[in-house]
């Protein structure tokens, strides 16, 4: 039972730096394994990132290691995409996600895990 509303994409170049913000709205946000996702046109979906309910495990696509921070912020019930160095590879629809199923590490990479999606926010990045 959680309403996600992502929040801070935009145009940019590449080599700079965004931060995508998601916004929880219900009661059970600190239940839930967060994550991020995204789809470029013509593309499916896939696997960005993704935090643990505590915070203390992250797992990251070897397309965004070193470049791209999941954190988040219980007292906000917000979680965030730092994104650094980005590239016009990165250009996509943004989607987080989350779920209540509490899979161990292997499984956050899967969107079938998820069961609540954000509407996705455009991240576009020029060359």
């Known amino acids: 039972q959680v309403q996600l509303v992502e929040s801070g994409g935009g145009l940019v170049q590449a080599g700079a730096s965004l931060r995508l913000s998601c916004a929880a709205s219900g009661r059970s946000f600190n239940r839930y394994v967060m994550g991020w996702f995204r789809q470029a046109p013509g593309s499916e979906r896939e696997f960005v990132t993704a935090?643990?309910?505590?915070?203390?495990?992250?797992v990251y696509a070897d397309s965004v290691k070193g470049r791209f921070t999941i954190s988040r912020d219980s007292a906000k019930n917000t979680v965030y995409l730092q994104m650094n160095s980005l590239k016009p590879e990165d250009t996509a629809v943004y989607f987080c996600?989350?779920?209540?199923?509490?899979?161990?590490?292997?499984?956050?990479?899967?969107?079938?895990?998820?069961?609540?999606w954000g509407q996705g926010t455009q991240v576009t990045v020029s060359s």
């Open positions: 996600a989350a779920s209540d199923l509490w899979g161990d590490n292997s499984s956050w990479r899967r969107g079938q895990l998820y069961d609540y």
């Open positions: 935090i643990s309910v505590s915070g203390s495990s992250t």
